[in-house]
Every structure is written in C-alpha cells, then in structure tokens.
T-cell receptor, first 110, second 115 residues
Framework: DAKTTQPNSMESNEEEPVHLPCNHS???????IHWYRQLPSQGPEYVIH???SNVNNRMASLAIAEDRKSSTLILHRATLRDAAVYYC???????????FGKGTHLIIQP | ETGVTQTPRHLVMGMTNKKSLKCEQH?????MYWYKQSAKKPLELMFV???????ENNSVPSRFSPECPNSSHLFLHLHTLQPEDSALYLC??????????????FGQGTRLTVV
C-alpha cells in the first residue's frame, strides 16, 4: 500500500487558517487522496477527497501538488471544534477499506 | 449522526463471556467494515464485507467472528477474549468496498473492556 507521512502534531490559533501537510511520494495514478478527522471519543469523520484537481467543500479545501506527491488540507478559519486527529489516506490499488496511519493531532488555541 | 449506528456504546465483559456487537446502516451502502482502535494506536482494519460476502480478514484471531446477514447489518461475535482486546471497535460503511471516489461513514464505536 502507498504510504503517507504527516507531522505528529500541529498547533494553530482560533479563527486563523490551518494548513495540514501530507506527503505521499509513492502514490500511484489511481490512488485517491482522502482526509478524515477523528474528534475525541468519536468515530472518524470524512472531510474531503480528490484525485488530481484541488477540491473545496463546506468543511475544507484540498490542495494537491501537480506531481501528486503531496497535498495540503486547508481549514479556512479554525474553531475550537476543529481540534482533532486528521488522517491523510490513499485509497486505491485494489485494496479494500481505508488504511489509517497515526495522523496529525491538531491543537487549536483560543 | 452519520447514519451508521453501533450498539452497545459501552461493553464490559469477562474473559469467559460471549457477547456480540451490532452495526446497522440504512444508507444503501454495499460494503461494511470492522475496525479496532487500541489506545495510542492507529485504526486497524479487521474485516471487510461486500454484498454480504467477506472480502478481507486481516489475520484476526478466531475469537472474533464477524457475521453479515444482509447489506444493512453487521455483527462482531466475541468469545474468550483477552484483556489486550480491550479497545474501541468501529463499524463503517461505504458504497463500494474500495472507497476510491466515495466516502466512508463511521459509527460512534463500541468501547469494549475485557476484565
């Protein structure tokens, strides 16, 4: 399975934008880039996914590098409720299910 | 509310007990999954079902026995568990078993404690 690399933790201030990086240098042409987050004591929650083009939804934006070897999840205006573990996952290659790594623990300071 | 419901939310069981975890979704999804999340560890995929057929078993011990009677329901039968099996057990569903261009929905999980 293609792997992803994320920082263990990041800290940001409330009401400021947050850029969460993810490296996936061994990504294949058919791998989609997914982002999920997990709030304390809850199951993971879908955030966004994309293949080649940048994507926007009501929760976040996903910026994908031209060579697809890295991507960035952008939270435009962080709130305290965005404090969570954020997972960058590649989906494809015929594997069933999603393979989670350790993710990035995002801390939001008031 | 994700549309994936797990019961019970909390379970304490002895090592000689038999219990079952239940997962239900009415999202019209064809694939369902069991994940295990131990303290301080990433989620581990345990089982995958697609159209009621098991397509993945990630070397899970036989004391965990999944059952998928239909595309909407998934069970995890537990027997003679060990204390190290204490964890958060999460169920998920998606339209396809390899959710490349779609999202997976997770339940709230069952917090299992084996004593």
């Amino acid at each position: 399975d293609a792997k992803t690399t994320q920082p263990n933790s990041m800290e940001s201030n409330e009401e400021e934008p947050v850029h969460l990086p993810c490296n996936h240098s061994t990504i294949s042409g058919t791998d989609y880039i997914h982002w999920y987050r997990q709030l304390p004591s809850q199951g993971p929650e879908y955030v966004i996914h994309g293949l080649t083009s940048n994507v926007n939804n009501r929760m976040a934006s996903l910026a994908i590098a031209e060579d697809r070897k890295s991507s960035t999840l952008i939270l435009h205006r962080a709130t305290l409720r965005d404090a969570a573990v954020y997972y960058c996952i590649l989906s494809g290659g015929g594997a069933d299910g999603l393979t989670f790594g350790k993710g990035t623990h995002l801390i939001i300071q008031p | 509310e994700t549309g994936v419901t797990q019961t019970p939310r909390h379970l304490v069981m002895g090592m000689t007990n038999k219990k079952s975890l239940k997962c239900e979704q009415h999202l019209g999804h064809n694939a369902m999954y069991w994940y295990k999340q131990s303290a301080k560890k990433p989620l581990e995929l345990m089982f995958v079902y697609n159209f009621k057929e098991q397509t993945e078993n990630n070397s899970v011990p036989s004391r965990f026995s999944p059952e998928c009677p239909n595309s909407s329901h998934l069970f995890l039968h537990l027997h003679t568990l060990q204390p190290e099996d204490s964890a958060l057990y999460l169920c998920a569903s998606s339209l396809d078993r390899a959710p490349m261009d779609t999202e997976a929905f997770f339940g709230q999980g069952t917090r299992l404690t084996v004593v």
